[in-house]
């Protein structure tokens, strides 16, 4: 109750301050790859139970000649790109985590396709509201695999307190600043879970959380 407490007092303070730089980022993302300005997806929440994430849009929905998505590389835009070193695309979290969605710390949401590709321990990270950073995130981000980032996930649902989730939203406006763990090594922002450890082209905006 207590961190739900925090969430909503957070959110809803950080949503009010930051809203003049929301308001502008918004406008850029319109002026420069126009509508829609957010980019909203199903993702598992609390126990999987799906809900609508929302972020800016970072990508162009460019396809190929047979009508699929073209690769993330090819679709992130120098905007886009930006706002996923600066994190402002993630801004727009604020909202789901003030109605519950989400918590500010936590396992990061990723998609729903990667459900039954879980192990039973993988699995656990679920057993907690997914969150707009993440011990994972702080811990390398997207410069880590899959593997390493579910542990993490794992190991933070079992050690969770409020003095680490203080620790974790510090950790996180550091690695803001410094821009680590954008992208996985030689992609564009990380690789498709395939629960095998294979490597494949996501083709889905946000995927890479």
Known sequence: MIKRLVDVLVAALALLLLSPVIVVTALAVAL???????????????????????????????????????????RLTPLGQWLRATSLDELPELWNVLTGEMSLVGPRPLLMQYL???????????????????WAQVN??????????????????DNRS?????????????????????????DATMPAFTG???REDSSMDGSAL
Request: hydrophobic share 45%; no cysteine; charged share 25%.
């Open 116 to 134: 039954p590709l879980y192990s039973p321990e993988q699995a656990r990270r679920h057993l907690v509201r997914p969150g707009v950073t993440g």
């Open 32 to 74: 420069k790859m126009g509508r829609p300005v957010f980019f909203r997806q199903v993702r598992p929440g609390l126990h999987g139970a799906p809900f609508g994430m929302i972020k800016f849009r970072t990508m162009r929905d460019a396809v190929g000649a047979d009508g699929s998505l073209l690769p993330d590389a090819e």
């Open 162 to 186: 409020f003095g680490l989730d203080l620790r974790i939203l510090a950790l996180t406006a550091l690695k803001v600043v410094r821009r680590d763990g954008i992208s996985a090594a030689g």
């Open 196 to 198: 095998s450890g294979k």
């Open 140 to 157: 390398g981000r997207n410069a880590l695999s899959w593997e390493e980032k579910f542990a993490l996930d794992v190991w933070y649902v």
